[in-house]
């Protein structure tokens, strides 16, 4: 399944997009939060998750 964003935690800080490594990219920022854009992109890794400061991304 793809990462999941809590829209209320993300603060936009980029670090979801900066360690993914699929391709295309499974996120971008837009708005100042991160966005899932390519789930079927995701390679359920969990760097995404273990990047995100605030804790705003939860793999299922």
């Not at 499974?26 to 100042?32: C, S, Y």
């Not at 390519?38 to 990047?51: Q, T, V």
């Amino acid at each position: 399944m793809p990462p999941k964003v809590d829209k209320a935690k993300c603060e936009g800080h980029g670090d979801c997009y900066d360690v993914c490594p699929a391709d295309p990219n499974v996120f971008e920022i837009q708005d100042g939060k991160a966005v899932v854009v390519n789930p079927d992109a995701c390679i359920e890794c969990g760097a995404c998750e273990a990047a995100c400061p605030v804790d705003a991304i939860v793999l299922e």
